[in-house]
C-alpha cells in the first residue's frame, strides 16, 4: 500500500513540483487547500490522482486536526505553504505571526491528531542560514541569521525575518517535545529559479524568484542588468527532489538541508539569454563581465544524503525562459 503524504501548498510554484514527483514516486497524496475550489482545479491538473482536504486557514488554532483525524493513515507531512501577504501594513500581525503560527500550528496537529505521522518536512529558505557572523564566509546547515523579531519588523527585514523565525519555532517546538512520535527535516532553498509547471494556465501570475526573467523577456529591463536578488540560487526542480527524497532516506531526519547550487550573477543569466534565444535579443540589456560576491554556501550534505545532483545554471535558465516565452506566447 502507498504511504500517504499530506502537502501544503501544492498549489505553488515549489509545490506543485513537489507533487508532481510524489506521485511520480508512487506516494498517495493529499493536498490541502484554501478551499474546494482551488483543490477541484488541483485535482484536474493532476488528472484526479491525487485528493485533497480544505484549510481555510492554517495558521489558525487545530488548523489541521480535522484532516488528520479524518484521515488516521498519514505517514508524511510536507509543509510548503508559507503565508505572505504583498503591501502589507502591518508586517507583526500580516506576515511574521502568520509565518510562525504556519509552522506550529501544523506541528501542534500532528502532534496532537496525528499519531500515524513519522516525519514533518518543512519548506524554509537560506534566508535563515545568512548574516550569522561565525560563518567566516562559508554558510552550512549550522549557521542562523541573527535577525530578531523585533529587527523584522523593520520593511526591508521582514520577508528575511519571516523565514528565520518561523523555522526556528518549528525546531524550538522539537526541542520543547522531545518526546515526539515523529521527526523534523527543513529544507533551505537559495533564490528558487525554473520552469513553470503549467505555463499556458498561468496567466499573469508568475512566482517572485522567476519575475526578473519574466521583466527582461518584456524589456524592462533593455538599459540595465538588474541586481541579483539573492547570490545563490537552485532549479525548482531540484527543490522538490529534495523534499520528496528527504521522506525517503536514512538520515534525514531531524536535519536543515541548505540547497544551493553556486553563486550566480544576473550577467550570467543575460549572457544565457542572448546566446540562446536570438528573438528576443532586442530586449536584453547588455551582459557584462561581473563577479559574484566573495561568500560560499555548503550544499554537500543534500548530495550525500538525499543524492542531488544539481542542474546546471544553464538548464535552469533555460527552461525557464521558455516557460515564460509560451505563457507571454512571445
Known sequence: ??????????????????????LEQGYDVLAVVRNAGKGRAL??????????????????????DAVFKDN???KYVIHSASPFIYGHSDAKREILQPAIDGSLQILESVLNSGPSVKQVVL??????????????????????????FEQSLEAENTY???????????????????????SLTTINPGLVFGPLMFPSQSGDKVNTSNQVIDELIQGLHAQKVPEAQVPAWVDVRDVATAHVRAIGVEGAQNQR?????????MDEVVHIMHRLFPTIRDRLPEPQDSNAPPIQFASSRSQKILGINYRSLEDCIVATTQSLLEKNRF
Do not use: R
Open 1 to 22: 500500500m502507498a504511504s500517504k503524504v499530506l502537502l501544503t501548498g501544492g498549489t505553488g510554484f515549489i509545490g506543485s513540483y513537489i507533487l508532481q514527483q510524489l
Open 43 to 64: 485535482c484536474s491538473q493532476f488528472e484526479n490522482k491525487i485528493s485533497f482536504a480544505v484549510v481555510e486557514d492554517i495558521t489558525s488554532s487545530g488548523a489541521f
Open 72 to 74: 488516521g493513515s498519514i
Open 123 to 148: 519548506t524554509s529558505s537560506l534566508a535563515s542560514m545568512v548574516g550569522d557572523p561565525s560563518a567566516n564566509g562559508v554558510i552550512t546547515e549550522s549557521h542562523w541569521n541573527p535577525i530578531t
Open 160 to 182: 528575511i525575518g519571516s523565514k528565520k523565525l518561523a523555522e526556528q519555532a518549528a525546531w524550538d517546538f522539537m526541542s520543547q517535545h522531545h518526546m515526539v512520535h515523529f
Open 257 to 265: 538541508f541548505l540547497l544551493a547550487h553556486g553563486l550566480y550573477t
